[in-house]
């Protein structure tokens, strides 16, 4: 059974910055492309970005230049570095474990609550 697991949120103010981690289990960590998603307060939830299993990362374009994932396949964990964040970065982020690159696949983490304040 794959297991997702999300840490790392926070409140925090607008210009601040948060490192989500997401650290997996009962899969193959190392040969799945992950992703980030989050989901604001009556709003679908969208991808932020997807890191492949090399680690090459891509990112929505209202997070470029200031989020960065990364992932550590000895750890089995995968990480968002959120930089100068706004208010409109406020909601629940998830990870997911890509059913290809950009593909969301079938297992979700439980989300962490980011809130920034202005």
């Known amino acids: 059974q794959v297991q997702l697991v999300e840490s790392g949120g926070g409140l925090v103010q607008a210009g601040g910055s948060l490192r989500l981690s997401c650290a997996a289990s009962?899969?193959?960590?190392?040969?799945?492309?992950m992703g980030w998603y989050r989901q604001a307060p009556g709003k679908q939830r969208e991808l932020v970005g997807a890191i492949t299993s090399g680690g090459t990362a891509k990112y929505t374009d209202s997070v470029k230049g200031r989020f960065t994932i990364s992932r550590d396949n000895a750890k089995n964990t995968v990480y968002l570095q959120m930089n100068s964040l706004k208010p409109e970065d406020t909601a629940v982020y998830y990870c997911n474990e890509q059913l290809r690159f950009g593909v969301k696949g079938d297992y979700w983490g439980q989300g962490t609550q980011v809130t920034v304040s202005s």
């Open positions: 009962g899969t193959i960590f190392s040969i799945h492309a």
